[in-house]
Each structure stands twice: as structure tokens, then as C-alpha cells.
């Protein structure tokens, strides 16, 4: 008895470790690892399936604590807690979103070539709504299918909204009189309007244009 007894408190410990782990990995992943706030959906995921994991913890380590044996308490009952434990652990780790976190979340704008027909461009927002997003901008040279991504230093943590349409045209992209250097400008329709970089293709910089 005494030797089941050890495993059945080995199994139990381990399970409610298993199922805390999946309740961080859940916090880590609604919040982007704190990198945004909790929307909606995992609220709904937190209330579902990580406040009944955590009751299961805490009371597996009431009852630990208290040093529970089976003649005090019925085993089947507590194979039911670790059995609980270990089928909401799945679930937890599936529901977490990783993009934004350990996956770059990106938000374009439609493609467009430059009137000299050299590049093919377009805006790519990462992470947006989070305090790590940042923009780029994406080329594509023409001839040589040669792709590049320059960063681009707009606030894009102060956007708090964004219009998304079938064709969407967030930055223009105009040559100037020296080669391979281009004049960026934001348009109406991006948040952040007006915004000018000089962007030099060759060295991969965009420096803007106050």
C-alpha cells in the first residue's frame, strides 16, 4: 500500500504540474508574453479552461499538503482529479495563439510596382496593437525577384484602429532623380498619415523626412 501510495502521489504532483505549466503557457500566449492585453476570446478561453485547471491545482495541493492517504479519501476520486488535470492540459496548450509572440502577426497592403518599374512594394505591419509591433517595407526588385525589407520607424503602437478593404493602398512609393533611392510616403487611408522617409534601396535604410 505504501508503494502505491508513493506513485499515486508521484502521478498527482507531476499531472498538476503538467496542468500549471499549460496555465502559464496560456497567460504567455493571451498576452503575447505581455506584449498585449487579453481581448475577448481568451477571456472566454481563461474562463473555461484555466480557472478550472487552477481550482484542480489548488486543490490537489490542499490535499497534499494536508497528506492525504486512501483511507482518508477514496482513490477513484483522486484519479479523477489527475485524470481532469491531464485531459484539460491539451487543451489549454491548443488554444494558444503563438502569432504576435513566437510568430511575427504581419498585416499588408495591397501590392504596387514603382512607376519606374523597378520594385514591387508594399507595407507590412507586425504586431499590431502590441507595444513590440513596428512597420517595414517590402521590395521585391522586378528583374531579379530579389526580395528586401527595410524597417520603417512609424509609432505604430498608436494606432488603435485600422480600415481593411478589398484593395488597400497604405504608402506610396515615388523614384527620385538618384538610382535606387525612392521617396516613401504614407497616404490618407493609414492611420499614421503624412509620415515621409527617404528610403535607400541599395543600403537597405529609410530615413525620415521631417
Same mark, same amino acid.
Given at each position: 500500500?505504501?508503494?502505491?501510495? %508513493? #506513485? !499515486?502521489?508521484?502521478? #498527482?504532483?507531476?499531472?498538476?504540474?503538467?496542468?500549471?505549466?499549460?496555465?502559464?503557457?496560456?497567460?504567455?500566449?493571451?498576452?503575447?508574453?505581455?506584449?498585449? @492585453?487579453?481581448?475577448? /476570446?481568451?477571456?472566454?478561453?481563461?474562463?473555461?479552461?484555466?480557472? =478550472?485547471?487552477?481550482?484542480?491545482?489548488?486543490?490537489?495541493?490542499?490535499?497534499? &499538503?494536508?497528506?492525504?492517504?486512501?483511507?482518508? @479519501?477514496?482513490?477513484?476520486?483522486?484519479?479523477?482529479?489527475?485524470?481532469?488535470?491531464?485531459?484539460?492540459? =491539451?487543451?489549454?496548450? %491548443?488554444?494558444?495563439?503563438?502569432?504576435?509572440?513566437?510568430?511575427?502577426?504581419?498585416?499588408?497592403?495591397?501590392?504596387? !510596382?514603382?512607376?519606374?518599374? *523597378? +520594385?514591387? +512594394?508594399?507595407?507590412?505591419?507586425?504586431?499590431?496593437?502590441?507595444?513590440?509591433?513596428?512597420?517595414?517595407? +517590402?521590395? %521585391?526588385? &522586378?528583374?531579379?525577384?530579389?526580395?528586401?525589407? /527595410?524597417?520603417?520607424?512609424? =509609432? !505604430? +503602437?498608436? !494606432? *488603435?484602429?485600422?480600415?481593411?478593404?478589398? &484593395?488597400?493602398?497604405? &504608402? %506610396?512609393?515615388? =523614384?527620385?532623380?538618384?538610382?535606387?533611392?525612392?521617396?516613401? *510616403?504614407?497616404?490618407?487611408?493609414?492611420?499614421?498619415?503624412?509620415?515621409?522617409?527617404?528610403?535607400?534601396?541599395?543600403?537597405?535604410?529609410? /530615413?525620415? /523626412?521631417?
Amino acid at each position: 500500500m505504501k508503494v502505491l501510495l %508513493k #506513485w !499515486i502521489k508521484i502521478l #498527482w504532483i507531476l499531472s498538476a504540474l503538467i496542468n500549471f505549466s499549460g496555465i502559464i503557457w496560456l497567460i504567455l500566449g493571451s498576452t503575447a508574453n505581455f506584449q498585449r @492585453g487579453i481581448d475577448l /476570446i481568451a477571456t472566454v478561453i481563461i474562463i473555461g479552461l484555466g480557472i =478550472p485547471s487552477l481550482l484542480l491545482i489548488v486543490l490537489s495541493v490542499i490535499l497534499l &499538503v494536508r497528506r492525504w492517504s486512501p483511507q482518508r @479519501g477514496g482513490v477513484l476520486g483522486i484519479f479523477a482529479l489527475i485524470v481532469s488535470m491531464l485531459l484539460l492540459t =491539451p487543451l489549454l496548450y %491548443k488554444s494558444v495563439d503563438t502569432s504576435g509572440w513566437l510568430t511575427e502577426r504581419v498585416m499588408t497592403d495591397s501590392i504596387q !510596382i514603382t512607376t519606374d518599374g *523597378h +520594385y514591387e +512594394y508594399n507595407i507590412e505591419v507586425v504586431n499590431i496593437f502590441q507595444r513590440n509591433s513596428y512597420a517595414r517595407l +517590402y521590395l %521585391k526588385n &522586378v528583374t531579379t525577384s530579389e526580395e528586401n525589407r /527595410i524597417r520603417l520607424t512609424l =509609432p !505604430i +503602437y498608436e !494606432i *488603435h484602429g485600422i480600415g481593411i478593404e478589398k &484593395v488597400n493602398y497604405w &504608402v %506610396k512609393l515615388e =523614384p527620385t532623380s538618384e538610382a535606387d533611392t525612392y521617396t516613401l *510616403h504614407t497616404t490618407k487611408d493609414f492611420p499614421l498619415s503624412g509620415e515621409r522617409f527617404e528610403v535607400d534601396v541599395i543600403n537597405g535604410q529609410a /530615413i525620415k /523626412i521631417e
